[in-house]
Nanobody, 124 residues
């Protein structure tokens, strides 16, 4: 099992930027796809972005495409989510997740390990 810890969340004004980090311990992530999900108040958790084990394939939800960028550093056992042009509707708890294998998925059930989440609030 891998332990995932997210950081970098906070309060930002609309149009601002944040960079989320996800640090892993207990297992190397280099053989696993990784993803970011988010959950807004009163809503189900939804897919945001995913990255293949090598970082060569990237996937984004339509709502964040062109504004968010996922990346990873396997040497540091970490994954990142750069969020630009933030909107109030991006407000949510953001979760980092490790896939069950190398297959990149957009569904929660395809991920076996989850972090505790970091709050992102976009408000003026």
């Amino acid at each position: 099992q891998v332990q995932l810890v997210e950081s970098g969340g906070g309060l930002v004004q609309p149009g601002g930027s944040l960079r989320l980090s996800c640090a892993a311990s207990g297992r190397t992530l280099s053989n696993y796809a990784m993803g970011w999900f988010r959950q807004a108040p009163g809503r189900e958790r939804e897919f945001v972005s995913a990255i293949s084990e090598s970082g060569g394939r990237l996937y984004y939800a339509e709502s964040v495409k062109g504004r968010f960028a996922i990346s990873r550093n396997n040497a540091k056992n970490a994954v990142y989510l750069q969020m630009n042009s933030l909107k109030p509707e991006d407000t949510a708890v953001y979760y980092c997740a490790a896939a069950r294998g190398a297959v990149v998925g957009v569904h929660e059930h395809e991920y076996g390990d989850w972090g505790q989440g970091t709050q992102v609030t976009v408000s003026s």
